[in-house]
């Protein structure tokens, strides 16, 4: 183990280590605070100087992060926020939890994570950690991210550590935290993954190391995917169902008594959030990339993407039954959020059912503690 690793090993294991976060949404900000936690000093960044404003008044803008503990923690110096991308020299682990998008034909857009890569190239010092934790490819972190931070004069393995480990934040679960989730940890090289093993064990209940960066990627996007197709199964079924005159949710109960072998997934007008809804597409994009069908994930696509014109079918249906049409009703949405009791409406369903109930001349409404 070379000095440079060793080193910075110790000052994980001893807490003295600072640890940076870029990128303080509904990922990063959950980090920050399990790093204070743990007793880490955290210097969060992100481009949001509006955020970073509000964040060092003490104030929270996620509904399961208190303003009472970001005031807390920024009062005891535990913890700050900087707009200001130079001082990523500073810490001695870099954690990124940029944004992961899609471009308009469903291609991944890399442009937050390459941008980032670069701003950490500009300050990288040697003995520092950088892990990716936004949602990609396999590959991304070795053959896009790696370059551009050893384009300089420091290599990796031996002055500065790289490596992986993909986000499983659960919003609005009670039981599920960044804390206790367990945290899949991939290194470009056996120094980088010693390395994030140390820091994620300093401030998580279990660390599971992965043979590479790729297996950690590669897994994100299997858990995302499996529950896109099963949503989609239960969907088309919630139709098929209907078809029949059987009430999709009684079939369901029933399924659910078997122990073992079946997992229920409930039916929606849709799907939503900034994984379920995205990162299918970043493993049918790579297939094709390889000469590969990947037929699950495109229709499981088309089924879901759907869904809101089904719900819409379904409204007039009902308004028909009792002699009204769906232009001139009033109808309110109960929730827009892509999940119960969260603050977070990114590609939520909702949105559409609005525009396509406007389109028709409904006179929509919805209310949302949340949002």
Not at 66 to 77: D, G, L, N, T, Y
Not at 210 to 238: D, F, H, M, P, Q
């Amino acid at each position: 183990m070379s000095s440079s690793v060793a080193d910075l090993i110790q000052s994980l294991n001893s807490r003295t280590a600072i640890v940076g976060i870029v990128g303080l949404g509904y990922v990063g900000l959950p980090l920050v605070r399990v790093f204070v936690e743990a007793g880490f000093r955290v210097l969060g960044f992100d481009t949001d100087v509006a955020k970073v404003a509000r964040l060092m008044a003490g104030e929270s803008y996620i509904g399961h992060i208190p303003s009472q503990w970001i005031a807390e923690a920024v009062k005891e110096s535990r913890f700050s926020a900087t707009a200001d991308m130079q001082r990523l020299a500073e810490p001695d682990a870099i954690l990124v939890c940029v944004p992961t998008p899609l471009k308009d034909d469903k291609s991944p857009d890399l442009r937050f994570v390459e941008a980032t890569a670069r701003q950490i190239a500009a300050a990288l010092r040697p003995g520092q950690l950088v892990v990716l934790e936004s949602t990609t490819y396999p590959g991304t972190t070795r053959n896009i991210v790696l370059p551009i931070l050893a384009a300089g004069k420091l290599a990796v393995g031996r002055d500065f550590f790289l490596a992986y480990s993909p986000e499983r934040e659960d919003p609005g679960s009670a039981s599920h935290s960044a804390r206790n989730i367990p945290k899949l940890v991939g290194g470009i090289d056996a120094a980088s993954l010693d390395a994030a093993v140390a820091l994620y064990s300093a401030a998580i209940q279990e660390v599971v190391p992965v043979a590479s960066c790729e297996v950690g990627e590669a897994a994100k996007l299997l858990e995302n995917t499996y529950r896109a197709v099963n949503i989609a199964l239960v969907n088309e079924l919630k139709k098929v169902f209907a078809a029949m005159g059987l009430d999709v949710w009684e079939v369901i109960d029933a399924a659910k008594t078997k122990p073992f072998g079946f997992q229920a997934f409930a039916p929606g007008p849709g799907w939503g959030g900034h994984c379920i809804p995205i990162d299918p597409y970043y493993l049918s994009w790579l297939a094709r990339e390889h000469g590969q069908e990947s037929r699950f994930i495109e229709l499981a696509g088309d089924v879901n993407t759907t869904m809101p014109e089904y719900v819409v079918a379904r409204i007039a249906e009902a308004l028909v039954a009792h002699g009204q049409k769906i232009t001139g009703s009033k109808i309110c949405l109960l929730g827009v959020a892509y999940k119960r009791d969260i603050d977070d409406p990114r590609e939520s369903p909702a949105f559409r059912l609005m525009e396509l109930l406007g389109d028709l001349g409904a006179q929509g409404s919805y209310n949302d503690p949340h949002i």
